[in-house]
């Protein structure tokens, strides 16, 4: 298992991978290979944290959750909520987009997070933040109720991804948090724990070697022929229309995203990527917006149905992830208390 003292490479590799799939999917403003990228992208991320997550000590995971999670999403929803006061009435115009641009009801969008009926444009990709919050509190839950037995974790959480997808069905209430998409996300935070335990107590091998790259680029295609075929999902709009195409697409793309990252095996630019993630989900939406507004690239980019506009958004979400980088390292750096990391404030004895 490729690993430094406190990071596992590949799983870092398999974060920068997901997350500019994130980027490049909402560059693109519809198509088939949108539709292809969602099938599986949100997932996969659910997959990756709940590998990464410990359960050793809960109450303090759940303090430190709460700084790292739910601290920058409100900072930078606020700040999102201001830009979007001007920027919003330019890509409205520019899209003839009906854009609700009033503070009042942004503002409450914010504290209720929930994106479902076209809710929180201020930054609709903040949805993501709340809705991991609230998986690892059930999955702390279950975890704690069940004494950490995955035998009994697994099935738990099948059936409240059932539960979640039944919810849906009947097009119950929207729920704050977007629970009903938690929900459904819990079973692959689960899975992503147990699979993280197994290869830890060496019972699953993954040895490095780009043959893996291999299982990894077939299971990935797969994932992107069901996307192709079946109709698109939309993760902030719980809108899963073809259950069985998503079950399909979300494990193909995930294990596939796992194989071809751990076939790399090591790279320093996009370890990077996969420790900041959060950096480039909190701010990669001002970016593309700009990108797909101002400038001759817009009306290439408009073109997401075509080779050569699909090459353009591609360009223009690595150029984004790279900008929210750049910015990212600069706050972590002189502001780390807008990542929610306070850890400057203490006093040195």
Known sequence: MLQTKNRILWIDIAKAITILLVVFGHTLRGGEVQRMVYGFHVPTFFLLAGMTCKTTDIKKQIGKDTLRIMVPYYIFGLASILIFLVLGKVAAESFALDVNTDLGSNLLELLLANPKGGRMKFNLPLWFLPCLYVTKLMYYGIHKLFRGKQGKILPAGLILAALGFVYTAFR??????????????????????????????????????????????????????????????????????????????????????????????????????????????????????????????????????????????????????????????????????????????????
């Open 172 to 349: 119950l209430p929207s729920l704050p948090f977007n629970f009903s998409v938690a929900l459904k996300m819990l079973v692959f935070f689960a899975f992503g724990q147990w699979l993280f335990r197994m290869i830890d107590n060496g019972k699953i091998r993954f040895k490095g070697g780009w043959l893996n790259c291999i299982p990894g680029v077939l299971l990935l295609v797969v994932a992107c022929l069901v996307g192709y075929l079946a109709p698109k999902v939309n993760y902030s709009g719980d809108t899963f229309p073809h259950i069985g195409a998503f079950v399909i697409t979300s494990l193909t793309g995930t294990v596939g995203i796992c194989f071809l990252s751990v076939g790399i095996g090591k790279s320093r630019a996009l370890e990077f990527v996969g420790k900041n993630t959060l950096a480039v989900l909190l701010m990669h939406k001002f970016p593309v917006l700009l990108l797909q507004t101002v400038g001759p690239q817009k009306d290439l980019i408009a073109r997401y149905d075509t080779l050569f506009g699909v090459a353009a958004c591609l360009v223009a979400a690595m150029s984004a992830l790279t900008l929210c980088l750049a910015v990212g390292w600069v706050i972590r750096r002189f502001l780390p208390f807008l990542f929610g990391d306070f850890s400057c404030f203490k006093w040195k004895k």
